[in-house]
């Protein structure tokens, strides 16, 4: 019976011991002897700023648009006969379009392109850099074109070399139309509209 009781005593005695003081996971690191080393601090990732992708409007391939000049709605087609990774700054890169008119109101008028000019702008993430020499298609016969649907009109343009540290060129059209003011007139009145597209420049190998 006395064996008994002294195991329960030290029993108890062990239990008290156990839960007395702080637990160790709460005690501060280094402290004391034996205590554990401050933990190394995480190390820092540096993020470098990634740019925006260059928006491409032939990034498919090609491009339709339709843009209006008073009466005049015209339905246009760009592409180009280079593959996009090939548009690097050196290249000579073609910009093939058509175009298709119609008139409102339909009277029985004609449209005529007289003339369509093409002026390239490279740039890059600080603006433009200097737009390069206009190109331009002037009709030789007068009035013009014609290019009242079913009648269309097609041409190639092509961008020249840009600077080395362009990313994207813009393309800026103008299109210069003559359209009868009666079905039987010799006088016309002139409408012109225009549109934009913006083609990454290729970055060149290393």
Partial sequence: MRRWATAAAMTVTAVALVGCGPAPWNLPSGGGDGGSADPAP???????????????????????????AGAVTASLNYWSDLSMDRWSATALKPVSLSLVTTVSPDDGQRVYLQKATMIAVPGNA???????????????????????????????????????EATYVTLRFTYDFLVQTTPTSSEYAKQTASDSLTVAIAAQAE
């Fill in 42 to 68: 995480s190390p820092s990732v540096s993020r470098s700023a990634v740019p925006p992708p260059v928006p491409n409007d032939l990034s498919s391939g090609s491009t339709e648009r339709q843009v209006t």
């Fill in 126 to 164: 600080e603006g433009d850099l200097g737009p390069l020499e206009p190109s331009a298609d002037q009709s030789a016969t007068n009035p013009g074109y014609l290019v009242l649907a079913p009648y269309s009109y097609s041409q190639t343009f092509y961008v020249g070399e840009v600077p080395p």
